[in-house]
């Protein structure tokens, strides 16, 4: 069972930035972000590897920034020039070994993006 603890939601102005970070109780594979809007789907935000293979979202590229330190299994999200549009509960993924199925899930962190 792997725990993973987010940090980093809140409240910003259109334009701002926030940074989330997700720690992990043990060494993962795969790490990332998916966000979850009112009346919408889980989408998926941007995941990195163990080895640095980063995948972001269209939505996203070129305003948010993955990036994880393995040594202390954390990944972090770095989110500038937000829009309303990104507005949504952001949940930590992490996926331990490729040869597992099974993934898991923070509790959620809620961004907030006002006018």
């Known amino acids: 069972q792997v725990q993973l603890v987010e940090s980093g939601g809140g409240l910003v102005q259109a334009g701002g930035s926030l940074r989330l970070s997700c720690v992990a109780s043990a060494m993962i594979y795969r790490m990332g972000w998916y966000r979850q809007a009112p009346g919408k789907q889980r989408e998926l935000v941007a995941t990195?590897?163990?080895?640095?293979?980063?995948n972001y979202a269209d939505s996203v590229k070129g305003r948010f920034t993955i990036s994880r330190d393995s040594a202390k299994n954390t990944v972090y999200l770095q989110m500038n020039s937000l829009t309303p549009e990104d507005t949504a509960v952001y949940y930590c993924?992490?996926?331990?070994?490729?040869?597992?199925?099974?993934?898991?899930w923070g509790q959620g962190t809620q961004v907030t993006v006002s006018l």
């Open positions: 993924y992490a996926k331990p070994s490729i040869m597992n199925p099974v993934d898991y």
């Open positions: 990195i590897t163990r080895g640095g293979t980063r």
